[in-house]
């Protein structure tokens, strides 16, 4: 019999079982691309150029690297973009939820497609003539900050009144209740489905490449159609959003055991 103590031996043998099933599922996965019969000396020529450890000819970034700071850019935006709207569909101003209704509205019921292509053919229009990377960050920064707006809405009101309370009988102000009170305790209801959101943003990044952008699903289609070999540099592409989704998963882990920690042990 094992003198390991309880929790330490569940806690291994989920872990075992879970690296087991993960390694498992791989090899699966790995098994059915390589009966694509891929041409690895390919994929091994295109790489350095998909990742983004070259620059583009323009002198910027292109691949990986520049899907990774078109999403960073968007993701900050997109984040403030969200919360203020979602401040604006909380409040009690008819003019501030009316412009954040209309927003939330419009940018989560047309295609996000369709917003790339207005706003780059569009503005020129009207005198303003963004770059295709402008555009791509400016769109993307529009959509998802329109469906974090509900995210953080949701948020916020799952927090529960009775804390309000509580903070009102310490004699903390409004805006202090919010900051310190309210916000850190919606943060652990607002990570999943925003991590989600963002993970969604990488892999709709690549709608940026009908502007010609050089980020990854741009460069795989050019090459894979270059070579004649697109299943290499189409599994290339998919394993490379995939890593960086993993990644964006990873920092989506730290951040709940961050704003979790108020909760261990409950339940």
Known sequence: MSHLPKPARGLFGFRTRLYLTWAALFALFASFFLSFDLKFSIILDKLPNLVGVHLAPNGFLQGAALTLFLCLCSMLASSVLGFITALGRLSKSAVAFGIASFYASFFRGTPLLI?????????????????????????????????????????????????????????????????????????????????????????????????????????????????????????????????????????????????????????
């Open 115 to 267: 917003q790339i292509l207005l706003i780059y053919l569009g503005l020129p229009q009207l005198g303003l003539v963004p770059g295709a990377i402008v555009a791509g960050i400016i769109a993307l920064s529009l959509n998802y900050g329109a469906y974090l707006s509900e995210i953080f809405r949701a948020g916020i009101l799952g927090v529960p009144q009775g804390q309000r309370e509580a903070a009102l009988a310490l004699g903390m102000r409004d805006r202090e209740i919010f900051w310190h009170v309210t916000l850190p305790q919606a943060m652990r209801t607002i990570i999943p489905p925003a991590t989600n959101q963002f993970i969604s943003m990488l892999k709709d990044s690549s709608l940026i490449s009908v502007m010609g952008v050089w980020e990854v699903m741009f460069l795989a289609q050019s090459y894979g159609r270059s070579s004649y070999r697109y299943i290499e540099m189409l599994t290339t592409a998919a394993i490379i959003y995939w890593v960086m989704s993993l990644g964006l998963e990873l920092i989506q882990a730290r951040m709940e055991r961050h704003y979790g920690k108020g909760y261990a042990g409950r339940g």
